[in-house]
Every structure is written in C-alpha cells, then in structure tokens.
C-alpha cells in the first residue's frame, strides 16, 4: 500500500502558516519592484550601455575632464561621459527638419549626443566630493529607498521562515498518516508529477516505430481536433500502452507529451490506492479537475491495472471495493468529456488480460498501442540511443551485441551500456570496449558473476562435465547455434555454469528439426552427469524446466508431435505472459499429452547420452581443460572439439543456403 508515502499538497497548507502571511510576502515584493522602479535606480537592474569601470580608471577619467556628471548611491556610483559630438549643426526643432540631409544630421546628433555610463563600486574615499567640485562635475544623489531598507533588514527573517515552512511540510511527509497526511489525502498527487516540458521526445525513443506512428496520430489530434471532427470522425478519448515489462511504455508516453508540447500529468494506478475509504475516487476527480484546467494536457496512468484489474475477479475485501469505487470514478470521469476539450487519457500495462472490460470500451482506452520488445534492429538503435553520451573505442560492434541478446528489452540494453561504461572507468579506461559490452551482456542477462560462492573439487568438476556436455551435443548436431563460450564460475542469479549460445541471425521462426535439437541440447547437461558420473544431481533443474516447457509447447501449440499432429490443444493467454497458456482439451486428451510430453524428453535424452557415449573422449579433454581455465570461449572450444574429433565446424542449413545464395 502506498498510503505511507504521502506528501505535501496544495492547499493553505504551506507548512503550517496561515495565508494572511502569504499575501504579505507578495505584497512586499511587489513594492520592492515597484520602488526600484520609481527610485530611478534601474541602471542597476537594467543595463543601457553601461560599462563596468574600476576605481582608478574613474579618478583618471574625472582628471582628465571627460567625466561630467556623478550620480553617487550608496554603494555604486555612475559616471557619465558624453557621447561624441558629430553633429553641429542648429536644428533643434523636429519642424525645421524639411530635407533628407537635415534628417541624417539629426539623427547622427541624437545617436552621438548618447551618453557613456560607467558604473564603478564605491570606495571609502572622503575627497572625492572635492576632487568632483574642482573638475566641475555634476554631482547627483541617490536616495535609498525606504522599502528596500525594510526589505534587507527583513531578509534573515524571511529566509528563517522559508525554511521552517520547508521543515514542516517535510515532517509531515514523513509522518505518514499523521496530520499533513490526513488533511491532504484527498488531494491528487498528480501536481506534484504534472511537468509542463517531460523533454523527452520520440528520437529518445528507439524502435517502436509502430507504436510511435500511432502515437503520433494523438499528438495531432491534441492539436488539430477540428480537422477530424470536420468530418465526422470521433477522435479517441483514450490510449493504452500495452506491452511486456521495460520495452519504454513510460518513456513513450512522456515522449508524446514532450512532442505535444503540453502539461502532463502523470501518476501510477497504486497512487490512487491509500489507506482511507473513498480516497482513490476523490484522487481521481481531483486529477481530472486539475487536468481540465490545464487543457490540452495528457493524463497518464501508468500500471493502471493496480486500479483497473477485472471487477468481477474477486469479490469482497475492502481493499477490492475501494478499488472498484476509483475505477468506477476514472470510468465516469472518461465518459465526461471530450476530447474537443483537449484532454487525452493514456495508460500503460503489462497486463491486458486482467484489466475491467469496461475500460477497453469504446470512449475509453479504445486506442490500443502495443509495444514490443525490439527486434535486431531496435535493439541496435536503442544500444546506440544510450550510448550517445559514452566513449566508446572502435572495437564496439553493436550488432554483435544486439544478437546475442534476442529477448532483452529496451531496460536491459540502457543497463548494459551502462555497465560496460561502469566496468570501463573502474579500470581506469576512458573509453568502453567490446568486452566490456560483453560482460555486461553477461552481468545483465545472468546475473554477476560471483567470486565467493566457490565449489568444491567435486562440484566443479560434476559443472564441468555438465557444460561440456550441453556444449558437445550443441556441436555434434546440424541445427543448433553455435557455442560461443562456457563457463564454470558461478553467477549470482543461481546458474553453476553455463554455455552461451549466440544465432547467427535473429529468428521468428523455429523448425520442427530445430526444436527437437534444442531439446537434446537441454538434457545434455544431466546426460554427462549421468554417463560419466553414474549419478544425477540437482543441477539440472532449470534444463529440465525449459525442456519440459518446451516440449509441451510441440505437443500442444505448435503441432509438432507425432501422436497429436495438427491439434491445437492449449491457447496462449497472453502474449506477454510466459505462462500464460491454457489447456483447452479434455482430461484424459491432457493426460495423454503429458504422455507424449515424457516420451519425447526420454527421446532427447536418450539421444544425448547417446551423443555424449560416442565422443567420450572430447567429453573428458574438454571437461578437464575447462576444470583449468574456468571459461573457454567458443572459438577454443571448437578448436579442441575438431581436434579430438576431427569434426569440422557444423553449420546450420540456414547458413549453409545463405552461403550458397551469396556465392552465385
Ligand atoms: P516500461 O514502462 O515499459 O516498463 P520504461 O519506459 O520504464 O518501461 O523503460 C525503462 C527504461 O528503459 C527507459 O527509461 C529507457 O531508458 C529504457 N528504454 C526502454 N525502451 C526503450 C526504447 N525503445 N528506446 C530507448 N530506451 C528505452
Ligand atoms: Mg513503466
Ligand atoms: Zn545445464
């Protein structure tokens, strides 16, 4: 809950002091200008060719006769010089002038008669009155103005109580419910967040190009709402973002506001939710009020389903009601306007599917926008995107990142970068390199690599084979990507070891042929332990997750077993769920699918033992060199694999028609 983190509000609660005072600030400030004003003193304020002059050079220039006029305040004075005399002539009557000539002599004397000022500090110096009246300069004073005096002598106070305002509205956020908090719980935080140039704009954004196009379409309804209406279009009331987890949904909403160029007001669905009763509700009125002012303006919602999420899920507990209350205040607040009235809804979610049908209606969020993670090229540009402001030296190759990162999304690449940069400057380079954007690669996707989580002899060597394994049958099949380096040093996010696997190209599509291979190379982890070792270990849990997982998949949504050929026997949910799949078959139909699901694992299994049994010596060179060196990258593991086995380099058959189309 987020009641906690209420903060100082807007109305007559400026820290406690009463508004009377207020006034009295303004009023005091304004007559302090307006006494500048009257007091002549606005050469101080205002510069009309005013020249900064030293003590020195001023007594030297009142000596030498140039200086005319003083005019002496308390701590300045201002010397005047009189502008060149390039005129002689006698007009002094704008009615004489009758000729072009006259004209060009008149204006040259108004230009030349313009005085120097000089404006110097004041100095102690009791002559000076003297030194002037000799030299028969004009002497003018200046009188302090009686405002100013109050104001100065004011000052510390003023400060003090700035402060102490800013103290208390302080403690009250901190308090929590305490009195701030309960006398502003109503109020919106949208103010707070309402930000009038967010300076985001769509270059920030990379990829998305889709969701930017469509975008695009809100920023000039925004602006030309007249051109739609014309002709009878009726312009969308609101926008979802739609979209897994870190693909910029936030980013791009503030980029449309940056584009729109107006107010946005921006709060997160769990700031409607507080502790008290009917809080939420009022917060959304408040939001809207403060948004109608401010038309055209954006309101964003971001992770709107802490608000929206489906009304008839679950029925009862207070939190679920007062929920429903707020949701049910956006909803009417929506229906309310128009968008004539320039104010434009948008929301973000990573979860759709459990949002209120009510709020996908027409005349709400009916603009759908969906963000995707990027694919090669997004991920390129927005590597590029975060790298703008890093050196970066002329080994970094962003493709070669963007592939070895397939399924990273805009948030990860931002961190990456940032790693590389931070493992750059921590040895002292001035410039991120390859490597580093490889480790980081690592450091993000696996987790840091941990140095004190050490293994014993054993475990090491039982990871060894276990990798070895998975990198073995990866080269003795046809249709794999190739290895491109494996690893015993344990990571933080729980990984042993691991082999990583780069494609050579980003890939929608996966063939059956593909798959099958992917399973074998899954299993091949346990299949070492269990050839070499005659045992089986723990480690293997995640392997046979994702095998599991992705034989059902060929079972029930891709069409890819024997027994069930084309039978659809599961619906995806979501798309941006993992495991948001539903079985639409009967009992025993599943019971038979997790039959055939155990059949095939068994195959691959079966199949890399086999693999492993007929190269056991690879196995055991290769384990036993990684046992030494930790990591070996897929280079020196492809040159020992050829070496042992004499097995040239395998390629995949996409690769190989690639060549040939290359070559004719
Ligand atoms: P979401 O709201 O979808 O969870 P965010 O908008 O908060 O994701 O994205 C988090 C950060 O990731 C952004 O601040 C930005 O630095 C980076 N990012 C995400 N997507 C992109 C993108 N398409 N282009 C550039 N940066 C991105
Ligand atoms: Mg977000
Ligand atoms: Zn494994």
Redesign the pocket.
């Known amino acids: 809950m987020d009641g906690n983190r209420q903060k100082g509000n807007n109305k007559g609660r400026n820290g406690g002091i009463p508004q009377a005072l207020f006034g009295i600030l303004i009023a005091l400030v304004v007559s302090w200008f307006i006494s500048i004003m009257l007091s002549g003193n606005t050469s101080r304020f205002m510069s009309n060719n005013q020249t900064e002059l030293s003590y020195s050079d001023f007594l030297s220039k009142v000596n030498d006769g140039s200086i005319y006029r003083v005019r002496i305040a308390s701590e300045d004075i201002y010397a005047y010089e009189k502008g060149e005399e390039l005129y002689s002539g006698s007009i002094t009557d704008i009615s004489e002038i009758d000729t072009q000539e006259k004209l060009d002599n008149y204006m040259k004397k108004i230009v030349a008669s313009q005085d120097k000022v000089y404006h110097v500090v004041r100095v102690q110096d009791d002559g000076l009155v003297d030194r002037l009246l000799t030299k028969r300069v004009e002497i003018i004073g200046t009188k302090a103005s009686i405002v100013m005096d109050l104001i100065i002598s004011l000052a510390p106070f003023l400060i003090l109580w700035v402060l102490i305002g800013m103290f208390a509205r302080r403690m009250s956020a901190g308090m929590g419910g305490g009195m701030g908090g309960i006398f502003g719980v109503g109020q919106s935080k949208a103010k707070r967040y309402m930000q009038k140039e967010t300076g985001v704009t769509f270059k920030?954004?990379?990829?998305?190009d889709e969701a930017k196009e469509s975008l695009q379409e809100i920023v000039d309804f925004l602006h030309n709402p007249k051109k739609y209406t014309y002709v009878g279009a009726k312009l969308p009331k609101g926008a979802l973002?739609v979209?897994?987890?870190?693909?910029?949904?936030?980013?791009?909403a503030k980029a449309v506001a940056g584009e729109a160029k107006v107010p946005f007001f921006s709060m997160t669905g769990s700031d409607f939710v507080e502790m008290f009763a009917g809080v939420g509700a009022s917060r959304v009125r408040d939001l809207f009020k403060q948004a109608k002012q401010a038309a055209p303006c954006i309101v964003f919602i971001?992770e709107i389903d802490a608000i929206g999420r489906s009304r008839d899920t679950r029925a009862g507990s207070g939190a679920d009601s007062e929920r429903e209350q707020t949701l049910n205040q956006l909803l009417s607040e929506m229906d309310g306007f128009e968008i004539n009235n320039g104010i434009m809804v948008m929301a973000?979610t990573?979860r759709p599917e459990i949002l209120d049908q009510a709020l996908l209606r027409p005349g709400r969020f009916d603009r759908r926008v969906v963000?995707e993670k990027?694919d090669l090229k997004?991920r390129v540009?927005?590597l590029k995107?975060?790298a703008k402001d890093v050196k970066l030296d002329e080994t970094v190759d962003f493709e070669e990142i963007a592939l070895s990162t397939s399924g990273a999304?805009?948030?990860d690449?931002?961190n990456m970068i940032n790693e590389a940069a931070i493992t750059a400057a921590k040895a002292k380079r001035e410039k991120v390199s390859q490597q580093d954007l490889k480790d980081a690669v690592e450091v993000v996707l696996v987790g840091k690599e941990k140095k004190d989580r050490i293994l014993s002899k054993e475990e090491r060597r039982i990871v060894s084979y276990h990798e070895v394994g998975h990198a073995l049958v990866t080269a003795l099949q046809k249709h794999t990507e190739p290895v491109q380096k494996i690893t015993i040093v344990p990571r933080t996010m729980g990984a042993l070891g691991y082999v990583l696997q780069t494609p050579e190209e980003e890939k929608y599509l996966n063939t059956k042929k593909e798959l099958e291979e992917r399973l074998v190379v899954y299993l091949s982890g346990r299949a070492a332990e269990d050839v070499v070792f005659d045992t089986i270990t723990t480690g293997a849990a995640n392997d046979i997750e994702e095998a599991t997982k992705l034989a059902r998949a060929m079972v029930t949504q891709y069409g890819m077993s024997e027994k069930f050929g084309l039978m659809g026997l599961a619906t995806t949910r979501s798309m941006y769920l993992e495991n948001g799949v539903d079985m639409n078959c009967g009992d025993e139909t599943a019971t038979a699918v997790d039959e055939e699901v155990q059949r095939m694992l068994k195959v691959a299994f079966e199949k890399a033992k086999e693999l492993l049994r007929n190269n056991r010596e690879a196995l055991d060179k290769i384990a036993e060199y990684l046992i030494e060196k930790e990591t070996i990258t897929g280079k020196e593991f492809m040159k020992l694999f050829t070496e042992i086995t004499g097995i040239e380099e395998q390629k995949t058959e996409r690769i190989i028609e690639k060549e040939d189309k290359d070559n004719a």
Do not use: C, Q, R
């Not at 920030?204 to 998305?208: I, P, Q």
């Not at 979209?243 to 791009?252: I, Q, S």
């Open positions: 920030d954004v990379a990829g998305e973002l979209g897994p987890p870190g693909t910029g949904k936030t980013l791009l971001d973000a990573n963000v990027p997004g540009n927005i995107v975060h999304v805009g948030a690449l931002a």
